[in-house]
């Protein structure tokens, strides 16, 4: 089960650090990637990371503003969002996988419920 925090409403160029907390005991089985929706668009990746942590992934338009992390011994993946834009408005998701890296929504089995992320201008 995963549980995502940490958004908010912040004014354009501020920043933002999402968690997303799993429970039980294989998080370091896993693969972690976070995605966003924005109102009537479709689910669309932003960064996934590897089991140790060394190997990450991110959608060009975040590259170099977002950083995403995770603590194995707390069972927790962060994405720390700086230069925050208008158009990162949505809401942000933490997904699981069992194996290897991919940017489709659809190759997660395991979802947090979501947090509002809100960028003004």
């Known amino acids: 089960q995963l549980q995502a925090s940490g958004g908010g409403l912040v004014q354009a160029g501020g920043s933002l650090n999402l968690s997303c907390a799993a429970s039980?005991?294989?998080?370091?089985?896993?693969?972690m990637g976070w995605f966003r929706q924005a109102p009537g668009k479709e689910r669309e990746f932003v960064s996934a990371?590897?089991?140790?942590?060394?190997?990450?992934d991110y959608a060009d338009s975040v590259q170099g503003r977002f950083t995403i992390a995770r603590d194995n011994a707390k069972n927790t993946v962060y994405l720390q969002m700086n230069s925050l834009k208008p158009e990162d408005t949505a809401v942000y998701y933490c997904?699981?996988?069992?194996?290897?890296?991919?940017?489709?929504?659809?190759?997660?089995?395991?979802w947090g419920q979501g947090t509002q992320v809100t960028v003004s201008s």
């Open positions: 997904a699981a996988r069992s194996w290897g890296f991919s940017r489709s929504p659809k190759e997660y089995s395991s």
């Open positions: 039980g005991r294989t998080f370091l089985s896993y693969i």
């Open positions: 990371i590897n089991l140790s942590g060394s190997v990450t």
